[in-house]
């Protein structure tokens, strides 16, 4: 099977710019979950769908948004993006949305901000 | 707020155990994760432990859960230098939601 799939994997974008992620993930799963990793605050959680539906979401500001198409790939979109943005997102995915459920991470995409 | 710390380095020498410690503070903690991350890549799941198992051991890994300290660790027998990397602990309450640790690096040397 293959795994969690992250495009693109390197973006470079400028203050105020928007950028969308792409997250396909792996064939089966309906849970994908969004997390930020930055040298500073480390591995925070963005939100989590389920079956087009978020079902959880971090503390982050309202430029940070998500959604989930029926075929259950997921897309964020990172508005007026300012330097502090600069991270590496992941993408993982799992068979359902139950507690149980162990997730599986892709790669990443390691976006910088100028 | 749930809070889930390490140790930030490790240094051990090729063939010995490693060992990598863990503390959480959600006491409804479910599920306990150690994943994997090399430079460049994503994550990689190493293994997890339910919260009502003390130990489970998977090949060359062992995971100890102390549930009344809230303590977590992850011991690598045998290391190589192929574990060098970080390694983070995360836990898992309700939902899917997982807060992870700060990330141990460890560095095996020959």
């Known amino acids: 099977k293959a795994g969690v799939t992250q495009t693109p994997r390197y973006l470079i974008k400028t203050r105020g710019q928007q950028v969308t992620l792409s997250c396909s993930p792996i064939?089966?799963?309906?849970?994908v979950s969004w997390y930020q990793q930055t040298p500073g605050q480390g591995l925070q959680f963005l939100f989590e769908?389920?079956?087009?539906?978020?079902?959880n979401k971090g503390n982050f500001p309202g430029r940070f948004s998500g959604r989930q198409f029926s075929n259950s790939r997921s897309e964020m979109n990172v508005s007026t993006l300012e330097l502090g943005d600069s991270a590496l997102y992941l993408c993982?995915?799992?068979?359902?949305?139950?507690?149980?459920?162990?997730?599986?991470f892709g790669p990443g995409t390691r976006l910088l901000v100028l | 707020g749930e809070d889930v710390e390490q140790s930030l380095f490790l240094s051990v020498r090729e063939g010995d155990s490693s060992v990598i410690n863990c503390t959480y503070t959600d006491s409804s903690s479910t599920y306990l994760y150690w994943y994997k991350q090399e430079p460049g890549a994503g994550l990689q799941l190493l293994t997890y432990i339910f919260s009502n198992m003390d130990m489970k051991q998977d090949q060359r890994l062992t995971v100890l859960l102390n549930k009344k300290d809230k303590h977590l660790s992850l011991r690598i027998a045998d290391t190589q230098t192929g574990d060098s990397a970080i390694y983070f602990c995360?836990?898992?309450?309700?939902?899917?939601?997982?807060?992870f640790g700060t990330g141990t690096q460890l560095k095996v040397e020959l």
């Open positions: 995360a836990s898992k309450g309700g939902g899917n939601k997982l807060t």
């Open positions: 064939s089966g799963h309906r849970s």
């Open positions: 769908y389920f079956s087009e539906t978020q079902r």
């Open positions: 993982a995915s799992s068979f359902s949305a139950g507690t149980s459920e162990t997730q599986y």
